[in-house]
Nanobody, 114 residues
Framework: QVQFVESGGALVQPGGSLRLSCAASGILFSRYVMGWYRQGPGKQRELVAHITPNSNTGVTDSVKGRFAISRDDAQNMVYLQMNSLNSEDTAIYYC????????WGQGTQVTVSS
């Protein structure tokens, strides 16, 4: 069955960096647009970044210039490099295909705080 396993979240100070990883299984990974999503406290889940099978990427305006998404089709992995983190980036981060399916992983918690 489809499974997404996210990792790499942590408590980080403002201005810091993190790299999130997601392992996908149960799908023909290389054929799908993959996305990173996040849900902050009291907020709806939102798409943060996406990457096509041809590795074309897009990010939401609030993270432009700070976040970058990448993929490794040989390993069925998708990554999110996050730089210059601020408190607004505090959220649980998830990966999924884009548009998302109903199956979600447990997510990985990113907390930006001094």
């Amino acid at each position: 069955q489809v499974q997404f396993v996210e990792s790499g979240g942590a408590l980080v100070q403002p201005g810091g960096s993190l790299r999130l990883s997601c392992a996908a299984s149960g799908i023909l990974f290389s054929r799908y647009v993959m996305g990173w999503y996040r849900q902050g406290p009291g907020k709806q889940r939102e798409l943060v970044a996406h990457i096509t099978p041809n590795s074309n990427t897009g990010v939401t305006d609030s993270v432009k210039g700070r976040f970058a998404i990448s993929r490794d089709d040989a390993q069925n992995m998708v990554y999110l490099q996050m730089n210059s983190l601020n408190s607004e980036d505090t959220a649980i981060y998830y990966c999924n295909v884009y548009p998302s399916w109903a199956t979600w992983g447990q997510g990985t918690q990113v907390t930006v705080s001094s």
